[in-house]
Each structure stands twice: as structure tokens, then as C-alpha cells.
């Protein structure tokens, strides 16, 4: 059976995904975590079948790949029962439900609850298990104005798909786009955030240019510190997305250091669609002045000259007009497939013979979190660090929000829109996450939050509900929460059973 197929899991929770990995492995099936020409079958959640978002799928029907559900793997598991040696195995397809079935079931009756408890527990262990899981950063360097359509893109499509194949290897990814927070108007502390956030995600960097050479500082208003030094005789006029690109790339590869790029990728916009954008929105798409036209082209030389071709894309798109207000381009399916494959790539080689210790910043609580989740908190947590790194000001405030937090206290916050209420919030969390409890100097608070705008499901209400349960769930021992079920309940019917006594005897006397 193992010379039939090859077969790529995909849209699948941790829990189901590995359970799938163990039955391909005992019945001698090869799993890819990528496309190729081995490739048979594509398998994902019953309810992703006609998924036309998920990149892999979309790859896979081009490629006239058939995208089964999981229980074909159930059908494979039970044709190999031929074989005197095999062990059958039966899918659990209670791990890999919908949030609505779980509510919808509720009282389906003891059997079916104590069913559900081994299931939970049942992935909670799986996923319990294996390696400690390691953190990715990728830095996203591009202008503002002009790519709203590339980064929604990378959003949407190409990090969950590459947040659910890391998943396998027990990596997180967490993008790093700063042009969510700083803007062309920013102060002047934009340079030094910049170029330090791209310390904190080497080695990994995407690259976006087209023809605008964003803002541009005055003068290079950054830290005393010897890596920054370079700037001293850095010519003067470099825009923000310059010195990002040389500082991250470009300076090592001109000092003869190859390895730079080994997670890096650019790409360079062609701009034959700007010949259909409207009028009104050519501004966003153009060159700001004629020293930003000489130094873009400047800036895309350096590039194709230093930087390796297999690093480097240059993609067409078209013009897709205003989009959530936005304007936008589309057509970017061969634009996400080349960051996909490229960053997987890097991300396998940088980790693979990487070896863990006690030192590294290491998140156990993801463990018990499934993908989608992993990476709506991904998306909130780089919300929060943008928005408390540019934070300024309001110090009794932010220590009498600190106090109530800290305590049994609650607490909240209101003001009138762009009141600064966000990024008050998200400084306070910020600290609360480095801040260690009063009762153990070596724990730290659990901060969970939620920003509404900080991703595109943010407005969905049952999605906000499961990502928050799931999270609290990931700071709570499972041992303890079955021990306070089992004595609270009994004391909640105890109590309920005294209020009706207690009602009864009221009726009477009345």
C-alpha cells in the first residue's frame, strides 16, 4: 500500500493531524508536509473540503489532486486489515468537530459526556507531547500606503498555511509588520523600533517594494549603541524601508557575510497594473518626489546585485480598487506561494539541528492550543507589542490600571474613540506579561486579551469565545479543573436543593 499513495494533511487540528500521522505511519503511508509530484491525496477537515482559501487546496486542485476528509485515511486503515501483522485503528472523529456541535450536544447523556471527557483528554495528551516548542519572528519591511493588498495576503493565506505545517515541527510563527503601527507620520523613535524588532526576528525578513520609497527621517535619531553605528556614515535621505532592508540584509551581504539571506526573500512589484488604478488612488501607488524615484531604483539594484536570484521574486498583480477601504491589488497567488515555500524552507534548516535548553524563550502554554488559535493569538500579541512600544506618558494611570489588575479588584476602561484607549490597554498588558506575581518571584502573570480590528476574525463573537476558553484552559492544570468540577457541583445542586426548601417554606407561611 505504501507504493499507492503519498498524502498531505491539511486544515486539520493538532490533535486529529496527529492521530492521522500515526495511523499513515503504522500502515506504511508516506505524509508530506508539502506538494510534489509523490503526491496522491490531500486530506483536511470535512468542513474544508471546498475550501477555496486555504492555499494548499487551491494548489492541489490545480494540480487535479483529489482533497478527501479524513475518514478516506479510516477506509485506508481498514483495507489494510488484509495484512496478519496490522493493527486496526478507528479514527476518532470526536477530536475534530465543530465549536456549534459541542453546544448543540450538550445533554446527549452521561455516555456521550464521558465520552467527550476522554477525547479532551486524549488530545490534551497528544499534544502535551514531543519536543518543546520553539518561536519563529518573521520581519515584514515594506511601505504603507502602497501594499495593503500583499500584506493582507500574507495575513490571510500565506501565514496560517505556514503556521499549520510548522505546527508539525513544533514551531510557532509570529509576524512582525510594523507599518501596523508606524506610520509615514510617526516620531521620531520609528528608526530605533524598527531596527531593533529586526534583530529580534533574525534571521527571517520579507522584503515588499514597489514604487514608493516611503517616509524618509530627517536625521537618524537612534540609540548610542556600537550595532548602529553604520548609521554615522549612512547617507543622508535613506527612507525607514531602507535602512530596514540594509541593516536586516543588504550591510551583511556587502561585507561578504553569504549566510545573510539563508531566511530572507524580496520581493519586487512590477507596476504594469497601475495602468488600470483610478486616478484618485495613483498617489498611493507613485513615487513620493524624484529623490524617492532615484533612490527606490537605487534600492532595487542593491538588491538584485547583492541578493541571490532564488531570494528574489519579481510578480505581477492586478488592480483591484478599494478594498475595506483600502486600496488594493489581487492575483497574488504565485507572490504568497514563493514567501510560503521559500520561509518553510528557511524555517527547517535554521531549527533543524537547533537543540533546546532551559534558556530558550520557550511558550509550554501553546501546547494545548490548537493552530487557528495560535495564530489569532500571534496576531493580537504583535498588536499589543506595536502599540505598547510606541506608548508614551500616562504613568499614573497605567499604575492605578496596574493595581486593579494585579488584584482581586476589576476594572474598566472608558473614553472617546481615538482617545488612545488601545494603546493604553496594550501597554499595560505589556508589562503585566514581564511583571512576576506577588505570591512567586519566578511566575508571571497570564495576560489573555482581545482586540477588536487587531485580526479579521476579531468580530467574531463564537471565534473570541473559543479562543479565549482555549487559552485559559492552556493556564490551567487539566488535574485542577476536574478537581474544583468535582467538589462544585456538588454544592451548587446542595444549594439549589436548599432554595427550593427554602421557597417552599415561604409559599407556606404565606
Known amino acids: 500500500m505504501s507504493s499507492k499513495y503519498c498524502i498531505v494533511l491539511c486544515g486539520l487540528t493538532p490533535a486529529i493531524k496527529n492521530e492521522l500521522s500515526q495511523i499513515l505511519k503504522q500502515i506504511g503511508i ?13 486530506v483536511v477537515a470535512s468542513s ?37 501483522n496490522s493493527k486496526k485503528i478507528k479514527i476518532n472523529q470526536n477530536i475534530d468537530i465543530d465549536m456549534s456541535n459541542n453546544l448543540n450536544n450538550e445533554n446527549n447523556g452521561n455516555n456521550n459526556e464521558n465520552n ?13 507531547g514531543g519536543n518543546k516548542w520553539r518561536n519563529a519572528k518573521i520581519f515584514i519591511s515594506s511601505t504603507f500606503r502602497d501594499m495593503h493588498g500583499e500584506r493582507d495576503y500574507l495575513t490571510r493565506y500565506v501565514f496560517p498555511e505556514l503556521q499549520e505545517r510548522c ?20 516620531s521620531q523613535q520609528a528608526v530605533d523600533i524598527c531596527l531593533n524588532e529586526v534583530d529580534n526576528c533574525r534571521p527571517f525578513f520579507i522584503g515588499l517594494l514597489g ?30 524601508t531602507h535602512l530596514e532592508m540594509d541593516y536586516g540584509v543588504l550591510n551583511d551581504l556587502r561585507k561578504g557575510k553569504l549566510d545573510a539571506t539563508r531566511g530572507a526573500v524580496f ?27 532615484n533612490m527606490i531604483v537605487k534600492l532595487k539594484n542593491d538588491i538584485l546585485t547583492l541578493v541571490p536570484k532564488e531570494k528574489i521574486k519579481s510578480y505581477n498583480c492586478n488592480w483591484a480598487g478599494i478594498v475595506d477601504g483600502k486600496p488594493c491589488v489581487r492575483g497574488l497567488e504565485s507572490f504568497g506561494e514563493f514567501v510560503l515555500e521559500n520561509l518553510w524552507q528557511s ?30 493569538n500571534s496576531l493580537h500579541d504583535h498588536f499589543v507589542d506595536d502599540h505598547a512600544r510606541l506608548f508614551i506618558g500616562r504613568e499614573q494611570l497605567i499604575k492605578s490600571i496596574f493595581k486593579k489588575a494585579t488584584s482581586s479588584e476589576n476594572a474598566i476602561i472608558l473614553g472617546e474613540p481615538g482617545s488612545g484607549k488601545s494603546s493604553l490597554v496594550s501597554k499595560v498588558c505589556s508589562d503585566l506579561k514581564k511583571t512576576t506575581t506577588t505570591t512567586d518571584s519566578i511566575s508571571y502573570y497570564s495576560v489573555i486579551y482581545h482586540f477588536v ?31 474544583k468540577t468535582q467538589s462544585i457541583l456538588p454544592t451548587i445542586a446542595k444549594e439549589k436543593e436548599n432554595d427550593k426548601e427554602n421557597d417552599n417554606d415561604k409559599d407556606n407561611d404565606n
Open 30 to 42: 508516506e505524509c508530506s508536509n508539502t506538494l510534489n509530484s509523490k503526491v496522491t491525496h490531500v
Open 48 to 84: 474544508e473540503v471546498s475550501n477555496s482559501k486555504i492555499m494548499t487546496i487551491v494548489r492541489a486542485k490545480k494540480l487535479n489532486i483529489p482533497i478527501v476528509g479524513p475518514e478516506f485515511i479510516y477506509n485506508l486503515s481498514t483495507l489494510d486489515q488484509q495484512n496478519p
Open 116 to 128: 467527550n471527557k476522554n477525547n479532551e483528554n486524549k488530545k490534551i495528551s497528544i499534544i502535551r
Open 167 to 186: 505546527a508539525n515541527i513544533h514551531i510557532n510563527i509570529s509576524p512582525v509588520d510594523l507599518r501596523w503601527g508606524v506610520t509615514e507620520d510617526e
Open 211 to 240: 514604487e514608493r520609497y516611503g517616509w524618509v527621517q530627517e536625521n537618524y535619531s537612534i540609540a548610542d549603541e556600537f550595532k548602529f553605528s553604520w548609521l554615522k556614515n549612512c547617507e543622508p535621505g535613506k527612507s525607514i
Open 267 to 293: 520581493l519586487l512589484r512590477n507596476n504594469s497594473f497601475m495602468n488600470d488604478v483610478n486616478y484618485d488612488c495613483l498617489k498611493d501607488f507613485q513615487s513620493e518626489n524624484e529623490h524617492a524615484s
Open 347 to 376: 524555517i527547517q534548516n535554521e531549527f533543524s539541528n537547533s537543540n533546546l535548553n532551559e534558556n530558550e524563550n520557550l511558550n509550554e502554554n501553546i501546547k494545548t492550543l490548537s493552530n487557528d488559535v495560535l495564530i489569532e
Open 453 to 483: 480590528g487587531a485580526s479579521p476574525q476579531s468580530t467574531n463573537v463564537r471565534y473570541m469565545l473559543k479562543r479565549l476558553c482555549e487559552n485559559i484552559l492552556s493556564f490551567t492544570p487539566l488535574r485542577v479543573t476536574e478537581r
